[in-house]
């Protein structure tokens, strides 16, 4: 909708919100599922939309990182090129284009700014190599060779301060590297053709005691688990220490475009220990990784689902009568829409975006800072170029 239209619906779920509350106020259930909904409606709605230009192609991938005096946003595109932005000013202030074929993945290095206080960022690319760049000396910090064909995805870890990344390939295989040493440690093996998404579990599965948890292993990754998509139309899970595999899921007819880990953050709204998968069957999916079992499959989206991630948003959810976490998802078919994770009904809401089309999504949590308002955006790589900061 335009924006005055936008206005006007604005206008009228409001004065049906305080109606309600005299009208239906003896359904007290009933009013507060549909208030509860309807006001994540009116706040997706009423974003403003931000525009990052610079790609001349599709943005593949998107990351950020936050500091005491605001953000940064990083990108990776099919131009072959990573670029740094300030969007307090709305420009690109690094351009890295070292890469000789499409940039898939960009990975703010954890490990590096708190070990050495420097902001480096790591894409992977179908040149085969992973390479860091040091932001502010605008230069190249290492290249990591070692995969035999292109370098879908990257993850850092969330143990060891992130001195540990993995990388799904082309090659079927997923990398283990040390970030402190650039060496590569071990493969994972076990995919039958291209592992397209990676990443890091959140939580240790087999000991609580975080304290200790670090100490123990080869390299202080005991418990922790790596998950990853494959065009073999399976998610896996791994062991980091064993490096072997733990589970297989079975359920996508299509490519596993994207994989990712419930946080620590979603325990008391029942997304803890699950993966949330997006793929060309045009589905995603919610598993369970301590059953080993799908626990809900949303359908909606007419293309490639090519993007999911956990929101920071929550809902009444009625059937439950409890709080569900929102999740998103972004598709070829150029829409960006919403589900209630504890529903497989349709989505909550969904917002097209015809004009550019959108390959890569990512919520930007900000903390209120003097020169910041802080809030929750939702930044989107579009297919021509652009970069969009809903916020």
Not at 235 to 258: A, C, M, P, Y
Not at 319 to 340: E, P, Q
Request: aromatic share 12%; with cysteine; glycine share 8%.
């Amino acid at each position: 909708p335009s924006l005055s239209e936008k206005g006007e619906i604005k206008v009228i779920l409001n004065y049906w919100i305080r109606i309600s509350d005299i009208k239906l106020g003896w359904i007290s259930d009933f009013d507060r599922l549909v208030a509860n909904y309807v006001m994540f409606f009116l706040f997706l709605i009423s974003w403003a939309n931000q525009i990052l230009t610079g790609h001349s192609s599709r943005v593949c991938s998107i990351d950020y990182a936050t500091f005491d005096d605001g953000y940064l946003l990083f990108s990776g595109s099919v131009d072959k090129t990573v670029r740094v932005w300030n969007p307090k000013t709305n420009k690109q202030i690094q351009l890295f284009n070292g890469h000789s074929d499409f940039v898939n993945c960009v990975k703010f290095s954890p490990y590096h700014y708190y070990n050495s206080r420097l902001n480096v960022v790591c894409s992977s690319s179908n040149d085969r190599t992973i390479r860091f760049w040091n932001v502010k000396h605008k230069k190249e910090l290492q290249i990591c060779n070692g995969h035999a064909r292109g370098v879908t995805s990257i993850a850092f870890s969330s143990f060891g301060g992130g001195r540990y990344l993995c990388s799904g390939s082309d090659d079927k295989t997923i990398g283990l590297w040390d970030v402190e040493t650039f060496n590569s440690l071990c493969a994972f093996n076990g995919h039958t053709l291209i592992v397209r998404c990676v990443d890091f579990s959140p939580l240790q599965s087999n000991n609580n005691n975080h304290n200790k948890i670090t100490d123990i292993g080869v390299i202080g990754g005991n418990g922790y688990t790596i998950c990853s998509g494959s065009s073999d139309k399976t998610v896996r899970v791994w062991d980091v220490e064993t490096t072997k595999q733990l589970i297989v899921f079975n359920g996508h007819e299509d490519f596993v475009r994207s994989v990712k880990y419930g946080s620590n953050e979603l325990v008391n709204i029942g997304c803890a220990n699950t993966i949330l998968s997006g793929s060309d069957d045009k589905s995603i999916r919610l598993w369970d990784i301590r059953s080993g079992e799908q626990v809900q499959k949303f359908d909606g989206h007419t293309h490639w689902v090519i993007a999911v991630d956990y929101s920071p948003f929550t809902v009444d959810n009625f059937d439950i009568g409890g709080s569900s976490n929102v999740i998103c998802s972004a598709s070829v078919d150029c829409t960006i829409r919403f589900w209630d994770i504890r529903s497989n009904k349709s989505e909550l809401y969904a917002f097209n975006e015809q004009r550019n089309g959108v390959f890569c999504l990512k919520f930007l949590q900000l903390k209120k800072s003097n020169n910041d308002s802080g809030g929750i955006y939702l930044c989107y790589g579009s297919t021509r170029g652009p970069i969009h900061i809903r916020g």
